[in-house]
């Protein structure tokens, strides 16, 4: 049986000639302006991958660290009877720290072993400790007293990070 092969045509069509003649001597290309007959030298920039995109993505805003103050806003603070109040009202002024110094003077240091229990977090521990460095000696010392009698105190400082733990 015979094998037929289908006829390849070849090509006739060159490559176009570029308009100017191109030198390249070390990633330098230098071109001949043939109207001016003066040498342009310029740095060879690499040649483009793929086209890129025109479409523009803005930036999201960043969230604001729960740090920062936040400004102001009229929050109803009433002192805590349970631990789900201290954290419902703890959340709502996380990040205002004129509020949140307000809200902790409220609490009773005697009562915190009640107030917190076992439920004593790390983060709240932390803001405890900065609210005590920004307050007069007697109230941070009462401050300190009050969350030094909260049940499982020795184990939450234990596990601190190593930041939590330089305050």
Known sequence: AAVIQPEVQKSTVEPPKPSRPLRLNSRVEELEDKEHKEPVTSKQSPPPTAPQSKSVVEPKP?????????????IQIQ?????????????????????????????????????????????VFCDWMHFAIRQPAEVAYHTL?????????????????????SL
């Open 145 to 165: 007293m009050g969350i030094s009698s909260v049940k499982r105190i020795e184990e939450l400082t234990m596990l601190l990070s190593d930041d939590e733990s």
């Open 79 to 123: 002192v805590p009877k349970s631990f789900s109040d201290f954290e419902r009202t703890y959340s709502d002024l996380q990040g205002n720290t004129e509020q949140l110094d307000k809200f902790f003077l409220m609490i009773e240091p005697s009562s915190m072993n009640t107030l917190f229990g076992v439920s004593l977090t790390s983060e």
């Open 62 to 74: 960043k969230a604001s660290s729960p740090k920062k103050d936040k400004p102001a806003r009229v």
